[in-house]
């Protein structure tokens, strides 16, 4: 079964923090695909957060560097972003998205096979 699940999102007060999870079937995850965090805002386009490889070695959009944490546990499949300092403008639908490719630590959207449905980060000033 093809199955990305996030859990974690909710409201939170800016300088805040929220620690997302996404849960992954087997279909959809190993240890040598490529793995992010994508966001969509209402109205915007989605865009990348932050993608993992299998060393595994983090890059962040200058949107998150130094405040959002990405890391994965292979042993249960499963992916997190810890999110610190939150401001208003983070307020969006988070989704994990995975990828066969071994390589390329890209945040395009288009370059990811596999998604989450989503969920909903709420960052009030």
């Known amino acids: 079964q093809v199955q990305l699940v996030e859990s974690g999102g909710g409201s939170v007060q800016a300088v805040g923090s929220l620690t997302l999870s996404c849960a992954a079937s087997?279909?959809?995850?190993?240890?040598?695909?490529?793995m992010a965090w994508f966001r969509q805002a209402p109205g915007k386009v989605r865009e990348g957060v932050a993608v993992?490889?299998?060393?595994?070695?983090?890059v962040y959009a200058d949107s998150g560097k130094d405040r959002f944490s990405f890391w994965k546990d292979d042993a249960v499949q499963s992916l997190y972003l810890q999110m610190s300092s939150l401001k208003p403008e983070a307020t969006a639908t988070y989704f994990c998205?995975?990828?066969?490719?071994?390589?390329?630590?890209?945040?395009?959207?288009?370059?990811?096979?596999?998604w989450g449905q989503g969920t909903r980060v709420t960052v009030s000033p």
């Open positions: 998205a995975t990828d066969p490719r071994e390589y390329g630590l890209d945040l395009s959207p288009s370059r990811y096979r596999y």
């Open positions: 087997a279909v959809v995850y190993s240890p040598h695909y490529l």
């Open positions: 993992i490889d299998r060393r595994p070695h983090a």
